[in-house]
């Protein structure tokens, strides 16, 4: 089990934000990588290209599944992992710290309000 | 009590690359009766080179490679195939039969059409027969597997929209759905949107109609879905799609529980693909090549790939004034032998027995479920159709997962069922095992999965390693995902080569560690 950040954001599809200035952090959770099993392959987004909110940033394919990131927030991504491409397993190892996916420059900073708060997010998955 | 055993009666067996010995041979040519050719100079250099380490050997040592690694297979004629979702049944020897008839097997699709009629009356009958069955009003036989039927059918409905003036953004698609649904809503120029699924392993019908606006081109549902359940409304879901001029796309993948007992024209499908590899017996998976015939209701007639079938003066011909058609999607006329499979299959059964197959694959399941039930969780409640859909909810508890339970199954002597599909189950175990199987075969099949689930109570390290009794233990999956090494290098000589003497039987250091109580 993993702890889970009390300044991060969280979402349903289990991906998490952290807020930084005028930058979010975003990546997937511990949940997230522990139902997904052994992640193999990563695939992230172009620096320079805008994402929605809820739009796709790419996906994540375990030895079980290809599944698709969700952004939290809308915006332009500034960063990526790129170590993610050659060290896919960080992802399982790490994925509330150096496992980060993207940087994203928030277009709409008010978007993380409607997020879940840790607690909202850990008792979410404790219900499902 | 051992009801079930498996020997490999072959060696290990080495690459092609590494039996190999210059100059060998497995093929005599007769003498060159015509003036030698330079290669470089008649293909203006585009020759290759010797390609390094070609394998070369006898015809004997090929013979037994490959027959050896035969043994080494699973198939529908050893046992139950129960891979759920995609109807891995028994291929009738009637087919077999029929696609070896001299005509037919060495018909040549540039034969005249004179010459052609048998093999046009066959596809004629064929588009007949699946379109009486899906109670659609036109098919084509073109699309050589599933998606590719997918693909054709989301063209088609892009054609219609187009000539109405607009063809729309986006596509539904169920979170149960086969991967190959979004991919092909994807392919084919459309945004894809994932509508939730209900407690009772449906489309949630209010959760559409809140999707539901006029930049929906069509919805793409399975039905019966990928949990094994049927969409039972199907009829509304169909309204609330047509009403906003939108169509309804179905993914014939599990036409296995409907056929002879629901016609999909007849609950609001638009466009559905069939896979005759899998509910007309043609071979399927490594065997294949597949067929994904699409059938159609009429508006959608126009758009249909060319050329067509046309009856004049008791003649069969090829119409290629289409004006109006997405086009060709494949070379000639689809994969042809497959297509006189799937008509045998047809009308070997007759309605009656298309009928009876389709009863027997859900009672199957329906059995394999109540039988297994009390030691997995089964993830619906809601009756199941063909196959049926278990979550590893208890066995985790123990630290297994269905991945363990699969591998576990190999060991019992039999091939998997579908691991980890659909992804809105936990653990999925999804298992299918199709008419054709007898009682005896479904109760071995189902004291192997109670077996497990007691091993896992007593002792999960057994199923945590498995499998033990197969040719190559457990497979590394993560790393060679990971760093996959897709070339074959030579080894230094020093490795291929044993010593004399050194050579040891395999068997006694694989003694299987079975527990007593499977004993």
Redesign the interface.
Do not use: I, T
């Given at each position: 089990m993993s702890t889970y950040p009390e300044n991060f954001r969280y979402t349903k599809e289990h991906e998490w934000v952290r807020v930084d200035g005028d930058t979010g952090t975003v990546g997937i959770t511990w949940h997230a990588q522990n139902?997904l099993g052994?992640i193999?392959?990563v695939d992230l987004p172009k620096v320079g290209a805008h994402v929605a909110e809820r739009g796709s940033l790419g996906s994540v394919?375990s030895?079980?599944?290809?599944?698709d990131i969700y952004s939290p927030v809308s915006g332009e991504i500034v960063e990526i992992n790129d170590e993610l491409t050659t060290a896919?397993?960080k992802l399982n190892h790490d994925p509330h710290g150096e496992a980060w996916l993207v940087k994203i420059k928030l277009a709409a900073p008010d978007e993380i309000k409607s997020l879940l708060s840790a607690a909202d997010y850990q008792s979410y998955i404790g219900a499902e | 009590m051992i009801k079930k055993t498996r020997q490999h009666i072959s060696q290990n067996e080495s690459l092609l690359f590494e039996i190999s010995s210059p100059g060998k041979m497995g093929y005599q040519l007769p003498e060159l009766d015509v003036p030698m050719m330079d290669p470089a100079e008649a293909l203006g250099g585009n020759t290759r080179a010797e390609i390094e380490d070609f394998p070369e050997v006898s015809e004997v040592e090929l013979i037994r490679h490959f027959t050896r690694l035969s043994t080494w297979n699973y198939a529908i004629d050893l046992g139950l195939y129960p891979l759920g979702s995609c109807t891995m049944k028994y291929n009738p020897r009637i087919n077999e039969v029929v696609a070896r008839t001299e005509g037919l097997a060495w018909a040549h699709p540039y034969q005249p059409e004179s010459l052609s009629q048998g093999a046009m009356e066959i596809m004629a009958e064929l588009e007949r027969c699946l379109a009486v069955i899906t109670g659609m009003d036109a098919v084509t036989l073109q699309p050589a597997a599933g998606a590719h039927g997918e693909m054709t059918g989301t063209l088609l409905i892009r054609a219609l929209l187009t000539s109405r003036g607009n063809p729309r953004k986006k596509i539904l698609v169920p979170d149960s759905a086969h991967?190959t649904n979004p991919a092909t809503a994807a392919m084919t120029g459309y945004e894809v949107e994932n509508i939730k699924s209900n407690e009772q392993g449906m489309l949630d019908v209010e959760a559409l109609a809140r999707a539901m606006n006029e930049d929906v081109a069509a919805l793409m549902v399975t039905n019966p879905n990928t949990v094994g359940v049927f969409e039972q409304y199907i009829h509304k879901i169909a309204a609330i799609m047509h009403d906003k001029g939108a169509l309804v796309y179905m993914d014939g993948a599990n036409m296995n529980a409907l056929v002879g007992i629901a016609r999909p024209g007849d609950f609001g499908i638009d466009v559905m693909h069939l896979n005759l590899h899998k509910t007309f017996s043609t071979p399927h998976g490594g065997g294949g090549p597949g067929a994904g015939a699409v059938a159609i209701k009429k508006e959608l007639e126009p758009f249909l790939p060319g050329p067509r079938l046309r009856r004049e003066n008791n003649q069969w011909h090829w119409d290629y004034d289409r004006p109006r058609s997405i086009g060709r999607v494949r070379s000639f006329y689809g994969n042809f032998g497959v297509l006189v499979r799937a008509l045998a299959y047809i009308m070997a059964h007759g309605g009656e027995g298309l009928k009876n197959a389709t009863m027997d694959a859900v009672l199957n399941a329906n059995y394999i479920r109540k039988l297994i039930e009390p030691y997995y969780k089964i993830a619906y409640q809601a009756p199941s159709m063909h196959e049926c859909v278990f979550s590893d909810d208890y066995q985790s508890k123990k630290g297994v997962r269905t991945?363990d339970i699969a591998k576990r199954l190999i060991d019992y002597g039999f091939h998997p069922y579908t691991?980890?599909?659909p992804?809105i189950v936990?653990g999925a175990l999804m298992i299918e095992p199709t008419e054709t199987e007898p009682k005896q075969e479904l109760d071995l099949f189902a004291d192997a999965m109670i077996s497990i689930a007691r091993e896992i109570e007593e002792n999960p390290a057994i199923v945590l390693n498995a499998p033990h009794l197969t040719r190559t233990p457990r497979v590394d999956?993560?790393t060679a995902?990971?760093k996959p090494i897709l070339r074959w290098k030579k080894p230094a000589e020093s490795q291929v080569r044993a010593k004399p003497g050194d050579l040891r039987p395999d068997v006694p250091a694989r003694e299987p560690a079975l527990p007593a109580s499977v004993r």
């Open positions: 139902e052994d193999v392959y394919e030895v079980k599944a290809v599944s896919p397993e | 991967g991945g691991v980890s599909f992804l936990h999956e993560v995902a990971r």
